[in-house]
């Protein structure tokens, strides 16, 4: 199984990237990690006279946690998003959901901006972007832009970026007070695409009130969805009072989407859909309950 | 086109002029002789590939060979022992018979050495989630996570 | 004589895993030969179609490429084609090497593109122009007997053959007088053998002579087979194994690319190499375990069996290797198992169509276990007996055996009550059953499974019945022993070394083995049967004894002792009694081929010795029971497992972590096939996983930690070794398919289609809980 021909690029800024994407067209595409686009590239599923590598960009790369928004460089690894201690403790969501992405030899080469780019509706960051509110940062012959995570899912494996846009970081925003953070998934094996998961990050007031709530999904639709119908429920919903399996419930129902496949109907997915977001719930709003 | 290429492979300069699709497998196994990095999938999934791409474990056959220029490259063959005997990790696992046929072997010895450098003492749960990239037919994994565990005891 | 066994039965460690662990193993994909060129086939992506014009002008163009070769060029090559197992009277199915006329799967190799290397050949085969008229496929075996569409024009309501028969009006009525009649209809999907190691083959012609490496479990079938292929002498042909990686039953015998590329080599006169990537492997090299099987067991009133039958019907795919009726007719045989069943019977039926052909896997005959040991589950339940009980009311004693089924199987040392109890004991069971209730209370559902069952190793049939040995110690002492060998992970090279280690009284340091090389070591089968242990162990025995009695004359007259007080050990000679007269075999090396004078007269010069062993026995019945434990997440239908058991009997063990390793690799393999694998097609015939990304197999995370339990029962034979290597395929299916079923009896759930994916435990769920 050995790709087609094609030229290859590694420039050494966005700007020289972008210049040779404009300069290509649909026959260019971006290579980052390489994990999901090499196996396409090799089962020639696809095929494109020009990839254009990123790793070569330091410009890309880098973790900055110096703000109220932790920003990421597109090219950043899975690896060094998993080792790095600021994300750790800034972005506990982004940090929890990493070890679920594949397995550690894909995470060295996995990069943050290749999984957003990618969008596979059943990976994890697209949804964590999706569930913190991420702003992503382009750059085009045009100049640069920035695009809500709301936003840049636009359908199965597809996205805002055009044919000659860079997608060069991911801007999450820090999540303060009592707050508590988990994602949960279910797949065949360790390491593989979601069947279903459910990513959540909760608030709580001084009194155990949900100040805000949100659950991002996985593995459910076309792109991440946020389950917006079960996040108003929880708005100022007292913990106690909140029925974990109702909110599992509530956040499968607006669903029209859910794929059917080998693994599992529609039904079947939207059954652990409900169930992985009620461990989900129950797992964040337990840490949001401890935290001073 | 046609690009040219040096990488440190096992310690030796390699140069090469190679088509960029030439991914760093085939140039391991053709352009270098290094016949110990294995092809069991080509997309990715069974590890039998895994080399050390500065010091990281990755699937070579989802990295391109041009993409490792300039980058040191580390293969089954450069995990020997100074004296040409077997490593720490190659021992722990002739020893807990780790291997059977031997195909997917270079694939995982690779991938533990780097998992025990960077994680020394791993949990039960850590060494078979650390091992669930690499793929295996003949050992159903007994052989292979007891040489783990028995690799990692011998470090203390 | 045979030596004292200092290495036999302990666990030694490999000798063939320094060179694995270091990389410096030699798999075909690491031949490389002058001029070699690559080949890459052009497949069908369509299930049935007729098969029109090729156009290969715009592949030829392309820089690199040498040769696009059809039916038309290589199908006339053919001068014979069957199998050395088979034997050329079977009334074999259709072969032809490229597809001719029609195609018959997707994946049905159409033309082969010969290029500088394998990039260019894959382009090249994209550039093949193939004119596919569309034909209705037959894609279900399960309906295809009733279907208007016909895979192969000769076999009439797609049946590749039957054997057996319907329920009889004896047992019919044995059933229908019955306390407890259970009939259930069993069904197992389609899933493969996966070696880490896809197919391939270097095929190098230069004059006359072919010479072949191969990845393959038979180096001497490779070279039988394509011999009367090719219309040439089998000596011409040079067939070569080094390192395999996994064959599992997948590279027993040559298959139609194999035979492509063996043509193709002759015809352009070249060396081609052929390596099968990932994809191809799951599309093209065939398929096992699709079947199904109407099972019924009855009962009397105290839950002990009085009649069994099976009606079994196999998907044979479009294109079976080998032939796969004879082999179906075990899958009858066995069904009873090591139970006492006084009535019995079987028919089975092979089945076309549009799909992979059927390849042997690891026990082929598996289903019958499968088949028997959920329905004895199922039975229980519904009798209100425990299906451990159940199983110890109606399982062969010691004192029964020898006996023979009642399909005349003839059963003997085995101890399938010894096992089925030492499992239990292991896990504890009674223990288990009060964790289990107890969990049940709190909303968790465990589950216990067992299986028992019996399997033939070492089978005797002609091309499998004898093995040869060929031992030399070299003049400076040091002994290598040839064999046919074909380890596929199997630890043959180890195993060789260990018998003839202990044969001749050396030191395991001084003896090295040589196998897979038809030009070197003697005729041998192969692995497959669970032959290797027991069969080699006769050759060397018989080849050992002509030396060791050379040696031992040799020393006697060297230290002037009596033939019967010299003892040899640690490649030395000594006199008994007498520990300071001893020489060393180097010594005695060098009297045998360099010192005539000093041979007892009439002696022949060197130490070097053939012999060929005969199987004495029809079969080596080898038995073990697998028990496992598991818990079933309801929601979400996950199944975790938490204890895994097997209590085997394969008489002494020549190596137990050998024997260990086998049993592991074959259970996770089952474990794999209930849980993980399929190889799906949709209703148009085309393979839905055709990448690792689908197929899935088991990973470390997958798997509990296999404890062992060890019954020794030697069986007539050298060492009374039996063979190991497929129990673990056939014990783990059933044992964890009932362990799954027994934790969702309160649900009232019978499980009897496969296979069991969370999605469909939450269907059988749902479904009783309607």
Same mark, same amino acid.
């Not at chain 1, 999901?36 to 890309?60: C, K, N, Q, W, Y």
């Not at chain 1, 899975?78 to 972005?91: C, D, G, K, T």
């Not at chain 3, 052909?357 to 088949?371: D, N």
């Not at chain 3, 004192?399 to 239990?424: H, I, K, R, W």
């Given at each position: 199984?050995?790709?087609?021909?094609?030229?290859?690029?590694?420039?050494?800024?966005?700007?020289?990237?972008?210049?040779?994407?404009?300069?290509?067209?649909?026959?260019?595409?971006?290579?980052?990690?390489?994990?999901?686009?090499?196996?396409?590239?090799?089962?020639?599923?696809?095929?494109?006279?020009?990839?254009?590598?990123?790793?070569?960009?330091?410009?890309?790369?880098?973790?900055?946690?110096?703000?109220?928004?932790?920003?990421?460089?597109?090219?950043?690894?899975?690896?060094?998003?998993?080792?790095?201690? #600021?994300?750790?403790?800034?972005?506990?969501?982004?940090?929890?959901?990493?070890?679920?992405?594949?397995?550690?030899?894909?995470?060295?080469?996995?990069?943050?901006?290749?999984?957003?780019?990618?969008?596979?509706?059943?990976?994890?960051?697209?949804?964590?972007?999706?569930?913190?509110?991420?702003?992503?940062?382009?750059?085009?012959?045009?100049?640069?832009?920035?695009?809500?995570?709301?936003?840049?899912?636009?359908?199965?494996?597809?996205?805002?970026? #055009?044919?000659?846009?860079?997608?060069?970081?991911?801007?999450?925003?820090?999540?303060?007070?009592?707050?508590?953070? %988990?994602?949960?998934?279910?797949?065949?094996?360790?390491?593989?695409?979601?069947?279903?998961?459910?990513?959540?990050?909760?608030?709580?007031?001084?009194?155990?009130?949900?100040?805000?709530?949100?659950?991002?999904?996985?593995?459910?639709?076309?792109?991440?969805?946020?389950?917006?119908?079960?996040? %108003?429920?929880?708005?100022?919903?007292?913990?106690?009072?909140?029925?974990?399996?109702?909110?599992?419930?509530?956040?499968?129902?607006?669903?029209?989407?859910?794929?059917?496949?080998?693994?599992?109907?529609?039904?079947?997915?939207?059954?652990?859909?409900?169930?992985?977001?009620?461990?989900?719930?129950?797992?964040?709003?337990?840490?949001?309950?401890?935290?001073? | 086109?046609?690009?040219?290429?040096?990488?440190?492979?096992?310690?030796?300069?390699?140069?090469?002029?190679?088509?960029?699709?030439?991914?760093?497998?085939?140039?391991?196994?053709?352009?270098?002789?290094?016949?110990?990095?294995?092809?069991?999938?080509?997309?990715?999934?069974?590890?039998?590939?895994?080399?050390?791409?500065?010091?990281?474990?990755?699937?070579?056959?989802?990295?391109?060979?041009?993409?490792?220029?300039?980058?040191?490259?580390?293969?089954?063959?450069?995990?020997?022992?100074?004296?040409?005997?077997?490593?720490?990790?190659?021992?722990?696992?002739?020893?807990?018979?780790?291997?059977?046929?031997?195909?997917?072997?270079?694939?995982?010895?690779?991938?533990?050495?780097?998992?025990?450098?960077?994680?020394?003492?791993?949990?039960?749960?850590?060494?078979?989630?650390?091992?669930?990239?690499?793929?295996?037919?003949?050992?159903?994994?007994?052989?292979?996570?007891?040489?783990?565990?028995?690799?990692?005891?011998?470090?203390? | 004589?045979?030596?004292?066994?200092?290495?036999?039965?302990?666990?030694?460690?490999?000798?063939?895993?320094?060179?694995?662990?270091?990389?410096?193993?030699?798999?075909?994909?690491?031949?490389?030969?002058?001029?070699?060129?690559?080949?890459?086939?052009?497949?069908?992506?369509?299930?049935?179609?007729?098969?029109?014009?090729?156009?290969?002008?715009?592949?030829?163009?392309?820089?690199?490429?040498?040769?696009?070769?059809?039916?038309?060029?290589?199908?006339?090559?053919?001068?014979?084609?069957?199998?050395?197992?088979?034997?050329?009277?079977?009334?074999?199915?259709?072969?032809?090497?490229?597809?001719?006329?029609?195609?018959?799967?997707?994946?049905?190799?159409?033309?082969?593109?010969?290029?500088?290397?394998?990039?260019?050949?894959?382009?090249?085969?994209?550039?093949?122009?193939?004119?596919?008229?569309?034909?209705?496929?037959?894609?279900?075996?399960?309906?295809?007997?009733?279907?208007?569409?016909?895979?192969?024009?000769?076999?009439?309501?797609?049946?590749?053959?039957?054997?057996?028969?319907?329920?009889?009006?004896?047992?019919?009525?044995?059933?229908?007088?019955?306390?407890?009649?259970?009939?259930?209809?069993?069904?197992?999907?389609?899933?493969?053998?996966?070696?880490?190691?896809?197919?391939?083959?270097?095929?190098?012609?230069?004059?006359?002579?072919?010479?072949?490496?191969?990845?393959?479990?038979?180096?001497?079938?490779?070279?039988?087979?394509?011999?009367?292929?090719?219309?040439?002498?089998?000596?011409?042909?040079?067939?070569?194994?080094?390192?395999?990686?996994?064959?599992?039953?997948?590279?027993?015998?040559?298959?139609?690319?194999?035979?492509?590329?063996?043509?193709?080599?002759?015809?352009?006169?070249? !060396?081609?190499?052929?390596?099968?990537?990932?994809?191809?492997?799951?599309?093209?090299?065939?398929?096992?375990?699709?079947?199904?099987?109407?099972?019924?067991?009855?009962?009397?009133?105290?839950?002990?069996?009085?009649?069994?039958?099976?009606?079994?019907?196999?998907?044979?795919?479009?294109?079976?290797?080998?032939?796969?009726?004879?082999?179906?007719?075990?899958?009858?045989?066995?069904?009873?198992?090591?139970?006492?069943?006084?009535?019995?019977?079987?028919?089975?039926?092979?089945?076309?169509?549009?799909?992979?052909?059927?390849?042997?896997?690891?026990?082929?005959?598996?289903?019958?276990?499968?088949?028997?040991?959920?329905?004895?589950?199922?039975?229980?339940?519904?009798?209100?007996?425990?299906?451990?009980?159940?199983?110890?009311?109606?399982?062969?004693?010691?004192?029964?055996?020898?006996?023979?089924?009642?399909?005349?199987?003839?059963?003997?040392?085995?101890?399938?009550?010894?096992?089925?109890?030492?499992?239990?004991?292991?896990?504890?069971?009674?223990?288990?059953?009060?964790?289990?209730?107890?969990?049940?209370?709190?909303?968790?559902?465990?589950?216990?499974?067992? !299986?028992?069952?019996?399997?033939?190793?070492?089978?005797?049939?002609?091309?499998?019945?004898?093995?040869?040995?060929?031992?030399?110690?070299?003049?400076?002492?040091?002994?290598?022993?040839?064999?046919?060998?074909?380890?596929?992970?199997?630890?043959?090279?180890?195993?060789?070394?260990?018998?003839?280690?202990?044969?001749?009284?050396?030191?395991?340091?001084?003896?090295?083995?040589?196998?897979?090389?038809?030009?070197?070591?003697?005729?041998?089968?192969?692995?497959?049967?669970?032959?290797?242990?027991?069969?080699?162990?006769?050759?060397?025995?018989?080849?050992?004894?002509?030396?060791?009695?050379?040696?031992?004359?040799?020393?006697?007259?060297?230290?002037?002792?009596?033939?019967?007080?010299?003892?040899?050990?640690?490649?030395?000679?000594?006199?008994?009694?007498?520990?300071?007269?001893?020489?060393?075999?180097?010594?005695?090396?060098?009297?045998?081929?360099?010192?005539?004078?000093?041979?007892?007269?009439?002696?022949?010069?060197?130490?070097?010795?053939?012999?060929?062993?005969?199987?004495?026995?029809?079969?080596?019945?080898?038995?073990?029971?697998?028990?496992?434990? !598991?818990?079933?997440?309801?929601?979400?239908?996950?199944?975790?497992?938490?204890?895994?058991?097997?209590?085997?009997?394969?008489?002494?063990?020549?190596?137990?972590?050998?024997?260990?390793?086998?049993?592991?690799?074959?259970?996770?393999?089952?474990?794999?096939?209930?849980?993980?694998?399929?190889?799906?097609?949709?209703?148009?015939?085309?393979?839905?996983?055709?990448?690792?990304?689908?197929?899935?197999?088991?990973?470390?995370?997958?798997?509990?930690?296999?404890?062992?339990?060890?019954?020794?029962?030697?069986?007539?034979?050298?060492?009374?070794?039996?063979?190991?290597?497929?129990?673990?395929?056939?014990?783990?299916?059933?044992?964890?398919?009932?362990?799954?079923?027994?934790?969702?009896?309160?649900?009232?759930?019978?499980?009897?289609?496969?296979?069991?994916?969370?999605?469909?435990?939450?269907?059988?769920?749902?479904?009783?809980?309607?």
């Amino acid at each position: 199984m050995k790709p087609t021909a094609f030229d290859y690029h590694a420039p050494a800024t966005t700007a020289e990237a972008v210049s040779l994407l404009a300069q290509h067209g649909d026959g260019a595409k971006v290579l980052a990690g390489g994990q999901s686009l090499v196996p396409l590239l090799a089962l020639r599923l696809t095929s494109f006279d020009h990839l254009i590598d990123l790793g070569g960009i330091s410009e890309l790369q880098g973790i900055d946690a110096s703000n109220g928004s932790v920003r990421i460089g597109a090219m950043t690894t899975q690896a060094a998003i998993e080792r790095s201690v #600021e994300v750790a403790s800034a972005l506990p969501l982004l940090a929890r959901a990493t070890p679920f992405i594949g397995h550690f030899q894909i995470r060295n080469r996995g990069t943050i901006g290749g999984s957003l780019a990618h969008a596979d509706p059943a990976a994890e960051y697209p949804a964590v972007a999706l569930t913190l509110d991420a702003e992503l940062e382009i750059v085009s012959p045009q100049g640069t832009r920035t695009v809500p995570a709301s936003q840049f899912f636009t359908g199965l494996w597809s996205t805002e970026l #055009e044919e000659d846009n860079v997608l060069t970081a991911v801007k999450l925003p820090r999540w303060s007070g009592r707050c508590g953070f %988990a994602i949960e998934e279910f797949a065949r094996r360790h390491g593989d695409f979601a069947i279903a998961g459910a990513t959540v990050a909760v608030e709580l007031d001084g009194d155990d009130h949900v100040r805000r709530c949100h659950i991002g999904l996985l593995g459910l639709g076309a792109t991440p969805e946020r389950a917006t119908e079960a996040e %108003a429920a929880l708005m100022n919903a007292h913990v106690d009072a909140v029925d974990a399996g109702e909110i599992g419930r509530l956040a499968m129902e607006p669903l029209e989407s859910v794929p059917s496949d080998l693994h599992g109907s529609a039904d079947y997915r939207r059954r652990v859909g409900a169930a992985v977001v009620e461990r989900a719930w129950r797992t964040a709003s337990k840490e949001a309950r401890g935290a001073a | 086109m046609q690009r040219e290429v040096e990488m440190t492979v096992n310690g030796t300069a390699r140069r090469n002029t190679i088509e960029p699709r030439l991914t760093l497998a085939d140039f391991l196994r053709e352009r270098c002789g290094l016949t110990g990095t294995h092809l069991g999938c080509e997309h990715g999934v069974c590890g039998a590939c895994t080399v050390l791409l500065d010091g990281e474990a990755v699937r070579s056959c989802l990295v391109f060979a041009v993409q490792a220029d300039g980058r040191e490259v580390t293969t089954i063959e450069g995990l020997s022992a100074p004296d040409g005997g077997l490593s720490q990790v190659q021992e722990a696992f002739r020893e807990n018979h780790g291997l059977q046929c031997g195909f997917c072997t270079p694939g995982f010895v690779v991938s533990v050495t780097a998992l025990l450098r960077d994680n020394p003492h791993p949990s039960d749960e850590q060494i078979r989630a650390g091992l669930s990239g690499n793929l295996c037919r003949c050992t159903g994994y007994q052989g292979i996570i007891a040489a783990v565990r028995a690799a990692s005891d011998a470090e203390h | 004589m045979s030596g004292a066994a200092r290495y036999t039965g302990t666990r030694v460690q490999r000798i063939e895993d320094p060179r694995l662990l270091q990389g410096y193993g030699t798999f075909v994909d690491d031949i490389v030969r002058p001029g070699m060129l690559h080949v890459c086939f052009v497949r069908s992506p369509i299930a049935r179609a007729r098969l029109g014009a090729i156009d290969a002008s715009a592949a030829l163009a392309l820089p690199g490429v040498h040769a696009v070769l059809t039916a038309a060029d290589i199908n006339p090559g053919v001068y014979e084609q069957w199998y050395s197992m088979m034997g050329k009277d079977v009334p074999d199915t259709p072969r032809p090497p490229l597809a001719v006329g029609e195609v018959r799967f997707v994946g049905d190799p159409v033309a082969l593109v010969v290029a500088d290397n394998r990039y260019l050949a894959e382009d090249a085969a994209d550039l093949v122009v193939v004119d596919y008229d569309p034909l209705p496929p037959v894609v279900d075996y399960v309906t295809a007997q009733e279907s208007d569409a016909l895979v192969h024009d000769a076999y009439a309501a797609n049946v590749a053959g039957s054997l057996g028969a319907a329920v009889s009006d004896e047992l019919a009525s044995v059933f229908a007088s019955a306390a407890h009649h259970v009939q259930v209809p069993i069904y197992q999907q389609a899933y493969a053998p996966v070696p880490m190691e896809t197919r391939g083959m270097v095929a190098e012609w230069v004059g006359d002579e072919l010479t072949v490496w191969a990845a393959t479990q038979a180096p001497h079938e490779v070279r039988m087979f394509l011999a009367r292929l090719l219309g040439i002498g089998e000596h011409q042909i040079r067939a070569i194994m080094r390192d395999t990686g996994g064959g599992f039953g997948q590279k027993v015998v040559p298959m139609r690319e194999e035979m492509c590329i063996g043509l193709a080599a002759m015809k352009l006169r070249a !060396c081609l190499k052929w390596i099968e990537d990932r994809r191809e492997n799951l599309v093209a090299a065939g398929m096992s375990r699709h079947e199904h099987g109407d099972a019924q067991f009855a009962f009397d009133a105290d839950g002990r069996i009085v009649g069994a039958h099976i009606d079994h019907v196999q998907d044979v795919g479009a294109y079976p290797t080998p032939w796969p009726v004879g082999t179906a007719a075990a899958v009858g045989m066995l069904f009873p198992g090591p139970y006492r069943v006084p009535a019995a019977g079987w028919r089975t039926t092979s089945v076309f169509s549009n799909t992979s052909g059927r390849s042997a896997y690891r026990g082929p005959w598996q289903f019958e276990s499968v088949a028997r040991e959920v329905l004895l589950d199922i039975a229980a339940r519904r009798m209100a007996i425990d299906p451990v009980e159940l199983r110890r009311r109606n399982l062969l004693r010691r004192d029964e055996f020898p006996c023979s089924n009642a399909n005349g199987m003839p059963y003997s040392d085995v101890t399938p009550t010894e096992t089925f109890e030492q499992a239990l004991s292991i896990l504890d069971y009674e223990q288990f059953r009060k964790e289990q209730e107890q969990a049940r209370a709190a909303g968790r559902y465990l589950g216990v499974g067992t !299986c028992t069952y019996l399997e033939p190793t070492t089978a005797a049939m002609p091309y499998y019945g004898t093995e040869g040995a060929t031992i030399r110690v070299e003049p400076s002492g040091k002994v290598n022993v040839y064999l046919a060998g074909g380890s596929t992970g199997n630890s043959l090279e180890t195993a060789a070394v260990q018998l003839t280690a202990d044969a001749l009284g050396v030191d395991i340091a001084d003896v090295r083995t040589i196998q897979g090389d038809t030009a070197v070591t003697p005729f041998g089968g192969g692995t497959g049967g669970s032959r290797s242990g027991s069969m080699i162990a006769g050759a060397v025995g018989e080849t050992a004894a002509i030396i060791r009695e050379r040696i031992v004359s040799i020393a006697a007259e060297m230290m002037e002792a009596a033939v019967d007080d010299i003892e040899l050990a640690g490649s030395r000679a000594f006199v008994r009694g007498s520990p300071t007269d001893t020489v060393s075999l180097a010594d005695i090396a060098d009297v045998a081929y360099f010192q005539p004078f000093k041979r007892p007269a009439g002696l022949p010069a060197g130490l070097e010795a053939s012999a060929r062993y005969q199987a004495q026995s029809m079969m080596l019945w080898a038995n073990a029971t697998h028990v496992c434990t !598991c818990e079933v997440d309801i929601t979400t239908g996950a199944v975790t497992l938490l204890r895994y058991i097997v209590s085997e009997d394969c008489g002494p063990m020549i190596n137990p972590t050998v024997v260990e390793g086998q049993i592991a690799g074959g259970t996770v393999q089952g474990i794999g096939g209930v849980l993980f694998e399929h190889l799906a097609y949709d209703d148009d015939g085309n393979p839905l996983t055709t990448t690792f990304m689908d197929y899935l197999l088991p990973t470390a995370t997958d798997v509990p930690a296999i404890e062992y339990g060890h019954v020794e029962t030697p069986a007539p034979g050298p060492g009374g070794f039996k063979g190991v290597g497929e129990g673990g395929a056939i014990g783990a299916p059933p044992a964890v398919i009932n362990a799954v079923a027994d934790a969702l009896s309160s649900f009232g759930v019978e499980i009897t289609r496969l296979p069991l994916t969370p999605a469909r435990i939450v269907d059988l769920i749902e479904s009783a809980q309607k």
